[in-house]
């Protein structure tokens, strides 16, 4: 796993243990009560890197799919199911986890 020191994940989130290697969260993150972070998909024989970008927060209950990137300082609504890259300063909602523009805010 590659944690950054200052990144803050709340007890309950569950960081993928079974692919520990493919994780990385940059400096400054949190990630929330019960979110999920995974680098595996047994049932397609998968094991991918998945990163989280500097400044960003998954929000509760939120799933980041294995080999999916988070760019820095974007924002995961709780509850979003993120199936694709995220782009920096983004905000996502839904499943699947679709960017949702400021008007929507």
Not at 13 to 24: E, F
Not at 61 to 74: H, L, Q
């Amino acid at each position: 796993m590659d944690i950054h020191p200052s990144a803050r994940i709340a007890p309950t989130a569950l960081i993928d243990r079974t692919w520990p290697r493919g994780i990385h969260i940059a400096a400054g993150s949190v990630i929330e009560e019960e979110a999920v972070v995974l680098t595996h998909d047994m049932t397609r024989g998968i094991y991918l890197d998945t990163r989280i970008g500097e400044g960003c927060v998954l929000g509760p209950r939120s799933i980041v799919m294995p080999g999916v990137e988070v760019g820095d300082r974007a924002v995961v609504a709780p509850g979003a199911v993120v199936v694709r890259d995220v782009p920096p300063g983004a905000y996502v909602v839904g499943n699947p986890a679709q960017v949702q523009s400021g008007e929507e805010r």
